[in-house]
């Protein structure tokens, strides 16, 4: 199949090091690109390395629903390297001020405990669905075992009573080993088909990449400009839609999310048919 006449080909590299030159910053992201929520690929830690050791710097954007200090210590207990990168800013840093807004009021933390250090620090009251004035959802209870249709009757019932969810983590699914789980925007999904309203937090949306420009000034000293900085990623809604939507370019990065077999021209033809957020190239695994 051709690409459209209005297309260029995305080129498929085996290695980033020819685009690491003309960038001053990667925001990369983490699940599927770092790490498979299992163990690190050892190959992108190695590429984050050297793009540091040659005076980069390497800001891990997750849309994990937990502060940057929770998933810095999840990273730590799999194995990546802490010298791979420099920064973490997460959904959950984003997410923690939607959150917030509710102060004083009642939430109902759909998600698993792990995603609790979420709300530290916040005015709110945790609570039980039929006592909430909020929803702050961070995932399945289980993923491993769960779907999002084991929720319809529960998001059936917020949404009639039409409270407010904010969604800490926009991501459908991401890829556990060789698994895929369903993630908080699954759930947010159904709640807004249900009619229910949400606010999200994270990637695709813009305040997270305004928070990671403001970091990206206090790391450097200095403004960058957007086309020194380079977004990998393997989410096309969320990474690579969030890039082009904050006016950065992409690189693609092929998980089993989106790329079940060999990464092909075709492929990536059907993944991007318009210009409008197609990623400069295209890797099968970041490597350097």
């Known amino acids: 199949m051709e690409p459209p006449a209005a297309l260029q080909p ?4 085996t290695s980033i090091s020819g685009l690491a030159p003309a960038r ?11 790490h498979n929520g299992v163990e690190p690929f050892a190959a992108a830690c190695e590429a984050c390395t050297r793009f540091r050791l040659a005076g980069g710097t390497v ?3 997750s849309n994990a629903p937990r502060p940057a200090a929770s998933v810095a210590a999840q990273l730590d207990r799999i194995g990546v390297p802490r010298f791979a990168w420099d920064a973490i800013l997460t959904s959950g840093d984003a997410a923690r001020s939607l959150v917030g807004a509710f102060a004083g009021k009642r939430v109902f933390h759909l998600g698993p405990e792990r995603d609790l250090s979420l709300y530290d620090g916040l005015d709110v009251t945790l609570a ?22 084991d929720y319809a009757e529960l998001l059936a019932t917020l949404a009639e009573r039409k409270l407010p969810m904010v969604c800490a983590n926009p991501d459908l699914t991401v890829e ?22 949400v606010a999200y937090a994270g990637k695709p949306y813009l305040p997270i990449y305004e928070m990671a420009f403001a970091l990206i000034q206090e790391l450097k ?12 990623g393997d ?3 969320t990474d690579i839609k969030g890039a082009a939507a904050a006016g950065l370019a992409s690189v693609f990065i092929a998980s089993g999310v989106h790329v079940a077999a060999r990464l092909t021209s075709d492929v990536l033809n059907d993944l991007f048919p318009t210009p409008d957020i197609r ?10």
């Open 10 to 13: 995305i080129p498929i590299l």
């Open 24 to 34: 001053d910053v990667w925001l990369t992201d983490v699940w599927g690109v770092i």
């Open 59 to 61: 800001i891990l954007l």
């Open 128 to 149: 039980e669905p039929t006592d909430a004035d909020a929803v702050s959802c961070t995932g399945l209870f289980d993923d491993e075992i769960e779907t999002p249709a």
């Open 176 to 197: 556990r080993g060789s698994k895929i789980v369903y993630c908080a925007g699954a759930l947010a999904a159904d709640y807004e088909v249900k009619g229910g309203s």
């Open 221 to 232: 000293q200095k403004p960058v400009a957007k086309d020194r900085i380079l977004c990998i």
């Open 235 to 237: 989410g096309i809604r």
């Open 279 to 288: 990623p400069i190239a295209a890797l099968p695994a970041l490597a350097w």
